[in-house]
């Protein structure tokens, strides 16, 4: 069964520095790979995904993803950070061509400090 | 369009009664799903419908039950609630399985 891991709970980090929050996924298969964001007390939104093609993604406000199908890792980047990213950040794959659900990882908090 | 809406924001339920969660799509979206999001478990799936008139079971459906009748529309109930599904649901609707989901608000509930 696929599963996701986000290797980090929660993050902190000032305003203008970078960030990068990771994602590992196991599947032995191709894969959709996708990054959501939640702002405080509001649903997830799509932040980028990566469906085939190019491994680099980007996404909205700034953000961008790189599948590693060696490393079997999306992590999210952005080079730099406002007040405004701080949210809860999820990762989650499905197997393409399948009969298989979307799963998510347990979410990373990021707080980005003044 | 409104995309996905869900009614009620927040209710607060008594243990052993029951009440059903709306959810609705104006996108004409094929698949919707339901999920809860617990703190530390992220969003784990509770039931999903890939068209009107199918239903199935996800990761954690004990306790809740759906239906399909309408594209639009997919239900959740809570059949006899318990303190444990005290938590944040999330309905979400896709046009296909696999592509990208767009989600509700949320439900907050609360059981005592």
């Known amino acids: 069964a696929q599963s996701v891991t986000q290797l980090d709970s929660q993050v902190p980090v000032f305003e203008e520095a970078p960030v990068e929050l990771r994602c590992n996924y196991s599947?032995?298969?191709?894969?959709?790979l996708f990054w959501y964001v939640q702002y405080p007390n509001q649903g997830l939104q799509l932040l980028l995904k990566y469906l085939s093609g190019s491994t680099l993604v980007k996404g909205i406000n700034g953000f961008e993803a790189e599948f590693n199908k060696s490393q079997t890792s999306f992590h999210l980047r952005k080079p730099s950070v406002h007040i405004s990213d701080t949210a809860e950040y999820f990762c989650a794959v499905s197997v393409k061509g399948s009969q298989g659900n979307l799963i998510f990882g347990k979410g990373t908090k990021l707080s980005v400090k003044p | 369009n409104a995309g996905v809406t869900q009614t009620p924001k927040f209710q607060v339920l008594k243990t052993g009664q029951s009440m059903t969660l709306q959810c609705a799509q104006d996108?004409?979206?094929?698949?919707m799903s339901w999920y809860r999001q617990d703190p530390g478990m992220g969003l784990r799936l509770i039931h999903y419908?890939?068209?009107?008139?199918?239903?199935d079971q996800g990761e954690v459906p004990n306790g809740y039950n759906v239906s399909r009748s309408t594209t639009e529309d997919f239900p959740l109930r809570l059949l006899s609630a318990a303190p444990s599904q005290t938590s944040v649901y999330f309905c979400?609707?896709?046009?296909?399985?696999?592509?990208?989901?767009?989600f509700g608000p949320g439900t907050r509930l609360l059981v005592l």
């Open positions: 979400a609707s896709s046009r296909l399985r696999q592509e990208t989901q767009y």
């Open positions: 419908s890939v068209g009107a008139g199918i239903t």
């Open positions: 599947s032995s298969v191709s894969v959709y």
């Open positions: 996108m004409n979206h094929e698949y």
